[in-house]
């Protein structure tokens, strides 16, 4: 068995917040090549000025890795904003979480609604080829005004998911943080510009390690949207990871909150599960698999491809050896907090480099 794998790193996923948080945060993220920075935050990025100014304090929080940041789509999102931002060159992507069904979402559209409230935004992203970056979940029945459980969300998102892409056929479409059999199967058999992230925690997260059978959440370090799902769900999800499908690529949706937040009422959704935990758990999910060969494809080589981006010729090392990660950083639990894992970023000590 192998002990040590050289590979590139990238995550297209990430929240990295703002303020101190951010500071923080950012560093953490310095083995990747690129990531994706969510903009849902209190007042949401959603025009150049913000875009711009959200890219320049993750810059002074002093990364190395390339950012890009997303644009939220809300119900006033200028297209013009859009354009220019593609115009200037920038790297862009359009994010949409339908309102209060994750953290900060309350101005986004609703999934049932997108198409209609906003249709010349995103057929103007479809002639552009910007991506449209989808929190596919649907939080309540339009028919009967019902909520939906939160184990079924993603499920019912999926016909809203299926009528984007035949009125967009060729918009870029990631499906974020995919946690169910049906979704895997809906990417499996969308065009080859749908394509979907998977996180580290989903994989190895099941649905009663966070919740009890009455639905209370019992785990709020593991509680996120979308939620853990079943064992045949995970499995799926597994199998899409380590395959050799191209569409399937690494977003971690590492989304720090103090743990005063997590542990209060009802709990703030969001693992945090930065770089240091994330890739040693993904190294032994295709260590376990025998898939070690197709690492670097889910880690940077598919979702680049997708992004169109270049190789910066950046790479991390990874090694067999156990070692504790640590219960908190900066007030904010770590996922798998004290407990060991069997692989680790080489030259760390604990989240940083050592």
């Known amino acids: 068995m192998p002990q040590k794998i050289e ?86 992507v359009l994010k949409n979480i339908p309102p209060n069904v994750s953290t900060n979402s309350k101005f986004g559209v609703r999934l049932e609604e997108m198409i209609a409230k906003r249709y010349v935004l995103l057929r103007e992203c479809e002639l552009r080829g910007i991506p449209l970056s989808l929190h596919a979940e649907l939080d309540f029945d339009p028919l009967t005004g019902k909520p939906i459980p939160d184990i079924k969300r993603e499920a019912r998102a999926i016909p809203y998911a299926e009528l984007l892409v035949r009125i967009f056929p060729n ?38 390690e966070v919740f009890d059978r009455k639905g209370k959440i019992i785990a709020p370090e593991k509680y996120c949207k979308p939620v853990a799902k079943s064992r045949g769900d995970i499995d799926a999800v597994n199998h899409a990871m380590i395959s050799e499908e191209e569409k399937f690529f690494f977003g971690s949706d590492c989304a720090p909150h103090l743990w ?51 190789d910066l010729g950046k790479s991390v090392k990874l090694i067999k050896e156990r070692w504790v990660v640590p219960e908190l950083y900066h007030g904010i639990r770590v996922f798998k907090g004290g407990e060991a894992l069997e692989w680790k970023i080489d030259g760390f000590q ?5």
């Open 7 to 92: 590979v590139c790193a990238c995550d297209f996923h990430v929240h990295l917040r703002e303020g101190q948080m951010l500071k923080d945060v950012a560093p953490l993220f310095n083995v990747c090549e690129y990531i994706t920075a969510m903009t849902n935050l209190p007042y949401p990025v959603k025009d150049r000025q913000t875009r711009m100014a959200y890219f320049e304090e993750i810059r002074r929080a002093n990364p190395c890795f390339e950012a890009i940041v997303a644009v939220m789509l809300t119900e006033d999102t200028d297209p013009e904003e859009i354009n220019d931002l593609h115009g200037l060159g920038l790297k862009v």
């Open 171 to 208: 918009l870029p479409i990631i499906v974020e943080h995919i946690t169910t059999k049906p979704m895997v199967n809906f990417i499996l058999r969308a065009p080859p510009n749908v394509v979907g992230t998977i996180t580290a925690h989903h994989p190895v997260t099941g649905y009663f």
């Open 260 to 310: 005063g937040n997590k542990i209060k009422g009802r709990p703030a959704a969001g693992v945090f599960c930065p770089p240091a935990v994330a890739l040693p758990i993904i190294t032994g999910i295709f260590d376990k698999r025998g898939a070690l060969s197709r690492l670097n494809s889910f880690l940077s080589k598919n979702g680049k491809k997708f992004y169109g981006l270049p």
């Open 350 to 354: 604990g989240l940083l480099p050592g």
